[in-house]
């Protein structure tokens, strides 16, 4: 499976912007589509996005819709989630997952996570 590690995470004042990554290794970056999820305190995972293996097609969910952009970079076997105009429930832990072409978008790969908090 490919490895996925997660960076740019940290604290933002409500209205700012992050830029988050997903370091892909060991398989072929292209080969998968890519997924963001996220976790707050006390609730259940949330889908955020994703983005299909050529970066073509990408789907939000309906609250980061026209703040939220997922790219992808497969020549450097990384994926990006843009941040803007952040507010203070998009706090949570980010990860980003990876599907294999042909899948029906199953996940089966994990990075670890980044903290993003906005603060009000």
């Known amino acids: 499976q490919v490895q996925l590690v997660e960076s740019g995470g940290g604290l933002v004042q409500a209205g700012g912007s992050l830029r988050l990554s997903c370091a892909a290794s060991g398989r072929t970056f292209s080969n998968y589509g890519m997924g963001w999820f996220r976790q707050a305190p006390g609730k259940e995972r949330e889908f955020v996005g994703s983005?299909?293996?050529?970066?073509?097609?990408?789907y939000y969910t309906d609250s980061v819709k026209g703040r939220f952009t997922i790219s992808r970079d497969n020549a450097k076997g990384t994926g990006y989630l843009q941040m803007n105009s952040l507010k203070p429930e998009d706090t949570a832990v980010y990860r980003c997952a990876a599907a294999r072409i042909g899948s029906n978008w199953s996940w089966s790969s994990w990075g670890q996570g980044t903290q993003v908090t906005v603060s009000s």
């Open positions: 983005i299909n293996w050529s970066g073509g097609s990408t």
